[in-house]
């Protein structure tokens, strides 16, 4: 019977973002895959994507463009004035904020939500997230105009713990075009566990399709549970049948902005060394089946600035049954132990 009363929401969402082969028997069918539901849904989403970012190009460097439509990526160096920068730096080390945390592996992830409240403290986070630059960037990498969910994160690494953190491993996120940023406020050497991206992933390619297809046949059992999950992962030794070449690290100093799309593979390396990355981090992700760039409600002035204060809040409420990772760790500096 909750077989029968789901089966209209498992085929609305194949209209929709949901990845999920093991959550959706419609999505993660064997039989269906096979027959190129999931690569059709990829395919699709992938086209409307670049559809939309045609229309998405005012305001837009030429380079970045050209940048992004051939890595996936785009890196821009000391990208606020040298006083904009330390001001935001200071600001948000100098203070204590309301935290959130989540553990994977031998990581935890501290993030701070960027509201109200937030800007009201520190008010030099407005010369970033306003910055015509980075918002043409952000539109043009996520193919929409939304305004993204933007939070201070950090990333704290354990050595000494034994369990690895599964984000080290290459992976796309999502079978569809999605939006990640970093802005680094501190330096990231190569010990901290740098991001990492493989070039042209980004691009559905026919030999990245016809992988999509063979993996999405036998995902719904898959051990890996992200992967499961549809967030497919794949190993190094794969990525030449691909024509694609190496993970490209991205060891940084600090004032660097690094936009990219996330259904290209990338990860988080292994750092070799206790560290704390600390960045201005963004977050993106629309339903890829619309035409349309705009008309999000959710980017409205007086919802956009509180949308994840709401979200944690109604997770809290409902975690029994949706889940809840992001737990009250109470009032800290962002780079507390």
Known sequence: MPSILASPLWVAQLATGAKSFRDNPIIGSPRLNAMGLHSGRAALAHRLAWARRARLTRGLDPADRAAFDRDGFVVVRDFLPADAFAALRDGVTAQRFATREMRQGNTITRRVAIGPTFLQAVPEAKALIED????ALCRYVGSFRSEPLHYIQTILTECDVPDPDPQTRLHADTFHP???????LNDVEAADGPFSY????HRL???RLAWERAR???AQGSSDFLSARGS????ASELGALGLPP???FPVPANTLVVADTCGFHARVAASRPSRRLELWSFSRRNPFVPWTGADLLSMPGIAERRIEYMWQLRDRLQKWMGQPWQPRGNKFVLDD
């Open 232 to 235: 497919l992962r794949i190993d």
């Open 178 to 184: 999605t939006l990640k940023a970093w802005f680094f």
């Open 205 to 207: 390619t026919p030999a």
């Open 216 to 218: 999405s046949v036998t």
């Open 132 to 135: 015509t630059r980075f918002r």
């Open 198 to 201: 493989v070039p042209g992933s």
């Open 247 to 249: 993970a490209k690290q």
